[in-house]
């Protein structure tokens, strides 16, 4: 089946650690998201590419640092500089920047202890 | 004490009934709006859509209306079911493609 596959599902990291979060898709979409998520919050976009090789700041994208190699995959990492990691990520994808809904993927959440 | 934006507003109806979620958007030039659900622990699953050229749209069980005079985005859910819990979520978008997020209503649905 088609989708988007995000992994870990949970992971938990030290305070000064780096961590990346898998985005894979199978669904040929041009377009992909990374959107943070807190209790009791909306969504809130990190960083989004329109194609491959290039990608976008979004509102919150200080401490964080993506990659899209490849049309299939849009990693994010989680930088030692993020204050405040502790969250559920979303990752998403989208036919092409101005067609249709976008497709999530189950989440990640990450603790910092 | 009680912390600022933990607690999302919440609608709750009875088993049966129609449920009416309302939204508020903030840009004129929007021309896209979609409906979310999103259940715990889970990614959203996508509801229904609209545009602006629209004003309703049915799917099954479920209705968006745009009302652009006043910026306002419902979703009438009809006959409201226990699996129709969750938090439900509109996004707008416009000339830039990027689709901004409202905070999120729960539904809950008394047996």
């Known amino acids: 089946d088609g989708g988007i596959t995000q992994s870990p599902k949970y992971l938990f990291r030290k305070e000064g650690q780096n961590v990346t979060l898998s985005c894979e898709q199978n669904?040929?979409?041009?377009?992909m998201y990374w959107y943070r998520q807190d209790p009791g919050q909306g969504l809130r976009l990190i960083y989004y590419s329109q194609i491959v090789n290039d990608f976008q700041k979004g509102d919150i994208a200080e401490g964080y640092s993506v990659s899209r190699e490849k049309k299939e995959s849009f990693p994010l990492t989680v930088t030692s500089a993020q204050k405040n990691p502790t969250a559920f990520y979303l990752c998403?994808?989208?036919?092409?920047?101005?067609?249709?809904?976008?497709?999530f993927g189950e989440g990640s959440r990450l603790t910092v202890l | 004490g009680e912390s600022v934006g933990l607690h999302l507003p919440t609608l709750s109806v009875q088993e049966g009934d129609n449920s009416i979620i309302n939204c508020a958007y903030s840009n004129s030039a929007s021309d896209y709006f979609i409906w979310y659900k999103q259940e715990s622990g889970k990614g959203p699953q996508f509801i229904i859509d609209?545009?602006?050229?629209?004003d309703k749209r049915q799917g099954q069980r479920v209705t968006v209306l745009l009302n652009k005079t006043v910026k306002h985005l419902s979703l009438q859910i009809a006959a409201t079911q226990p699996g129709d819990s969750a938090v439900y979520f509109c996004a707008e978008s416009g000339a830039n493609s990027k689709l901004t997020f409202g905070k999120g209503i729960t539904l809950s649905v008394r047996p």
């Open positions: 998403a994808s989208r036919r092409d920047r101005y067609t249709g809904e976008l497709f």
């Open positions: 669904l040929n979409h041009d377009a």
């Open positions: 609209i545009r602006s050229n629209m």
